[in-house]
């Protein structure tokens, strides 16, 4: 096990190097002047030389190769740099905002899982039924629907028209927080959930007819039993791969639902810093979904293993 995680730590070494030289190059190739954001309305009384200045101070004079080899360096010693806009420590920006980040997406994550193992193994066993076709057809709505456009409907049900919870932003209490919490997790959840149980049915409906299934029924062992014990693990693998293969897409759909219901992460940091060309902010942002993806995928690696241990071997 031990070298298997090591071998895996390994080739993830010119993943991390690829995605914060690709950030770097399409994070300048944004249109836009960030020294015109920091000044704002006085940016058009700004001379050529008080511009050129407040670049110097920044480092954007510098040739975009000498920008660029100090950005790794200071990456490799911990230090991400500072806002433009704000003039505070990247670092500090988005560990102001990554713990609300990480909680709307593991309460999303759970909603998933929570809803579309049940209903997909129901809907494989039921097979046919109508069933089926009400759980199937209830995931191809929620694939073929744009979550932002759920978000906004939620809204408006639960918050403009009932008024049961809140619209935008993040409660102060524990209970005005699980309020909040609850419009983006549901909304965001739909990114997965529609794939996920279509994918659970699909994986069950592969091991039912497997002579270790129908061994295990022949010897009377309990329908439950056979369920949890011989069917779902090895349906896991798969499962696995679409949640894990997809978090990305979910990653992406929290910078938009943080941005729709106000929520304060590093979604909503990052969409903002890009308006205004904060370069900083945005690649630290961009480093750090990307090595939330990076450990995920860590993490399934190690769970392949432990679920078939052939893995290992590869």
Same mark, same amino acid.
């Given at each position: ?11 993830? /070494? ?10 770097? !190059?399409?994070? &300048? ?36 190769? $000498?920008?660029?080899?100090?950005? /790794? ?57 109508? !069933? ?67 994918? $659970? ?15 295990? &029924? ?54 903002n810093s890009v308006f205004r060309r904060d370069y900083q ?11 939330? $993806? ?12 432990? /679920?078939?241990?052939? /893995?290992?071997?590869q």
């Amino acid at each position: 096990m031990k070298t298997f995680i090591i071998r895996r730590l390994i080739l993830l /070494i010119p993943i991390v190097f690829g995605v914060m030289t690709l950030t770097f !190059i399409l994070i &300048h190739a944004i249109p836009g002047d960030p020294i015109s954001v920091i000044a704002g309305e006085q940016s058009r009384q700004l001379t050529p030389e008080e511009r050129d200045r407040i670049a110097e101070s920044l480092g954007l004079n510098d040739p975009l190769i $000498v920008q660029y080899v100090r950005y /790794i360096g200071n990456l490799f010693r911990g230090d991400m740099g500072m806002s433009i806009a704000t003039r505070a420590p990247v670092s500090y920006e988005i560990a102001e905002r990554l713990p609300d980040t990480l909680m709307l997406t593991a309460s999303s994550m759970f909603i998933v899982i929570l809803l579309s193992l049940p209903i997909g193994i129901i809907s494989a066993l039921k097979r046919g039924t109508w !069933i089926d076709t009400v759980a199937m057809t209830t995931a191809l709505i929620g694939v073929s629907m744009p979550a932002f456009w759920f978000g906004i409907m939620l809204m408006l049900l639960f918050s403009l028209t009932l008024g049961w919870l809140p619209t935008v932003g993040q409660g102060k209490t524990t209970i005005d927080y699980i309020k909040s919490l609850i419009l983006p997790s549901v909304t965001l959840s739909m990114v997965l959930l529609g794939l996920v149980t279509r994918m $659970v049915r699909s994986s069950m409906l592969e091991v039912l007819n497997k002579d270790y299934v129908r061994t295990a &029924h022949a010897k009377g062992l309990r329908n439950q039993f056979v369920i949890l014990r011989h069917e779902l693990p090895n349906a896991l693998i798969p499962i696995l791969t679409v949640i894990t293969g997809q978090f990305a897409n979910l990653l992406g759909g929290v910078v938009v639902i943080e941005t729709v219901f106000g929520w304060p992460g590093i979604g909503r940091l990052t969409v903002n810093s890009v308006f205004r060309r904060d370069y900083q902010v945005v690649t630290g942002a961009v480093l750090i979904f990307s090595a939330i $993806v990076i450990i995920i995928s860590l993490i399934t690696d190690i769970l392949y293993s432990i /679920i078939d241990p052939r /893995i290992r071997l590869q």
